[in-house]
């Protein structure tokens, strides 16, 4: 089981920045890559990005490439996903997930954090 848990949510305005952490815990060496999602109301879940635990390849969906920047830090079992140039549309439910070594799927997901960006 690997337990995952989101913080850095806020309010924002739009134009601005927030930095999201998602810290794993249990058996994290299992991780083969790590996701962020969001979910907007009324909408369904969207992925953000990825990167690879091992050697930190990244990959982004286009309407968030060269604004969000996702990171890990494999020492605190923690990654990052760093939002500039926020804008309005980008508010939603955030949620990291964990794809195991093996698996198909994104078998474990955090709580989500809120973020909202206001115009």
């Known amino acids: 089981q690997v337990q995952l848990v989101e913080s850095g949510g806020g309010l924002v305005q739009a134009g601005g920045s927030l930095r999201l952490s998602c810290a794993a815990s249990?058996?994290?060496?299992?991780?083969?890559?790590m996701a962020w999602f969001r979910q907007a109301p009324g909408k369904e879940r969207e992925f953000v990005g990825r990167i690879t635990w091992s050697g930190g390849t990244t990959y982004y969906t286009d309407s968030v490439k060269g604004r969000f920047t996702i990171s890990r830090d494999n020492a605190k079992n923690t990654v990052y996903l760093q939002m500039n140039s926020l804008k309005p549309e980008d508010t939603a439910v955030y949620y990291c997930?964990?794809?195991?070594?093996?698996?198909?799927?994104?078998?474990?997901w955090g709580q989500g954090t809120q973020v909202t960006v206001s115009s």
């Open positions: 249990g058996r994290t060496f299992t991780t083969y890559r």
């Open positions: 997930a964990d794809q195991v070594i093996g698996s198909r799927l994104y078998d474990y």
